[in-house]
């Protein structure tokens, strides 16, 4: 990993500037990307463009930019796109500072712009060193969310391909499965979700997925994997439900799509579970039908109340080994478990001592 601070006038970062829906943002003669894939659009309000014109105009420092060297020997802007844009403007004629364009400029004044240094740190690595750097770095910068940091390492054809499914506004995967997928498209939110399910299904993480699949030449295996799971949502829980946006259910169904579950048995199931006041988390009521694991429900819990009344009703006993117990030395025990349809009722709430309990609920 190699990071240089590099002092570049603006003469030659704003050298050969275009700003044009094909080709993007280019500077430094044609070798700057200054609008890579993973950055925002330029979102300066005209107050904080000004300050940096008139940063640099007085020739004061600016911050800090980075830029990240490619194998080819371009490079990508990571920080610093929207001084650079602004000053690039600037120079470009495209607005003007105190009533003055820079084409208004004394000679000398222009001058002393275009030979401002740029303080620029220029990184080369590897892939992982750069996103760990990224990661760092990001952390003073602007926020980019940990998939757009991840996008911005790799770079690719497979990349471009994976994005016009899933990172656009209305992409195929934001009509197939907005419902299901919490974030937006264009955070990322949705390509994340994919990757990471289909690395779990490999047992890996989403950076590994992403090196390992960097120079596939299309996105199929991800699309096809994402359509599948989707599809298999659609299948078993036909009744959409609020409660299912947002779950894992790429997860899901690498662990249980082999499993034939019955869509009929399931919906009746939900039913009656989303009317059980003792399951308070009703959108682990998919995950409880699939693994059988009462814990995604969060089940209701006995009171004080009610646990101090049943240990005055017990008279302190524990009613398995007939013993006399402090209440601090007692617990709250369904008499029916909720699993046998006992709620979390005062008669259905019996006090055991903590030995009691540990061994009824290993039975
Ligand atoms: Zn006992």
Redesign the pocket.
Known sequence: MKIELHEIPVREVTNGYIDSADNGVVGYGGKLNIRPAFQREFIYKDKQRNEVINTVIKGFPLNVMYWVKSDNGSYELLDGQQRTISIAQYVNGDFSVNHLGFDNLTDTEREQILNYKLMIYICEGTDKEKLDWFKIINIAGEQLTPQELRNAIYTSEWLTEAKKYFSKNGCPAHAIASDYLKGTAIRQDYLETAIRWISARDGIEIEDYMAKHQHDPNCNELWLYFQNVINWVKVIFPKYRKEMKGLDWGVYYNKYSQTNYDPKTLESKIVELMQDDDVTKKSGIYEYLLDGAEKHLNLRTFTQSMARSAYERQKGI??????H?EITEMQADHITPWSKGGKTTPENCQM??A???RRKSNI
Do not use: E, R, Y
């Not at 524990?318 to 013993?323: K, N, R, V």
């Open positions: 524990c009613p398995i080994c007939s013993q117990f055991l001592c030995d009691c309990n």
